[in-house]
């Protein structure tokens, strides 16, 4: 629910800002086995917001190495890897591209679209300001928690390997979870 068009964020600079890979997190979690979670990571990613002068007014582009991903596991992070789940061979890279801004109470929604595999869908981000300040190089940063939760299937990574009795080894939802620190670009 949409309270306000506009919010105040302490520090808030309009401009460009790119992520800092070093400083930055791209991690998901999936259901496995019915019983537990396992969590991954992309290591390899790209982007950049350009605020406006209303942060509704605001943008954000992003790339992910589909390749990249990394779930501490090596076997499964190559059957991961196949054309069986993200065929990075065919489809290397994964794409965001915002398409609005939006104030939801205390914090944002970023609504874009996010191809993965070659198909793209309408995915909502949910943003939390961290805070925005000086770094120690004279530069400005703004840290971002970001989160949302997408179906697998929606993206055509749609194996099913059911388990006896019931149920499958890898979950539909995927939850996304991302921690942004971007460096404000000098003019």
């Given amino acids: 629910m949409t309270t306000a068009t506009t919010m105040s964020i302490t520090g808030y600079r309009a401009g460009t800002w790119d992520i800092d890979p070093v400083h930055s ?13 396992i969590r991954g990571r992309f290591a390899t990613f790209t982007g950049k917001i350009v ?6 007014d605001s943008s954000v582009t992003a790339t992910i190495d589909a ?3 990394d779930t501490g596991n090596h076997l499964r992070d190559k059957d ?3 054309d069986k789940f993200l065929d990075v061979e065919k489809y290397p890279l994964w ?4 398409t609005g801004v939006r104030v939801d ?14 198909v793209t869908r309408t995915v909502p981000l949910n943003v939390e300001v961290n805070g925005i300040g000086p770094d120690g190089s004279g530069g400005t940063r703004a840290g971002l928690s970001v989160s949302t939760t997408i179906d697998r299937n929606d993206f055509g990574v749609d194996v ?3 388990l006896d009795g019931g149920g499958v080894v890898v979950g539909d939802k995927v939850q996304i979870t991302i921690e942004i620190e971007a460096i404000l670009r000098k003019p």
């Fill in 95 to 98: 794409t965001f591209r915002s």
């Fill in 160 to 162: 099913k390997l059911p």
């Fill in 51 to 56: 605020t406006g002068d209303d942060v509704t």
């Fill in 80 to 82: 991961v890897r196949s």
């Fill in 25 to 37: 997190d791209v991690s998901f979690s999936v259901r496995h086995m019915m019983v537990s979670k």
């Fill in 105 to 118: 109470g205390d914090g944002l929604v970023v609504d874009g679209e996010l191809t993965i595999k070659g």
């Fill in 67 to 69: 390749a990249s991903v």
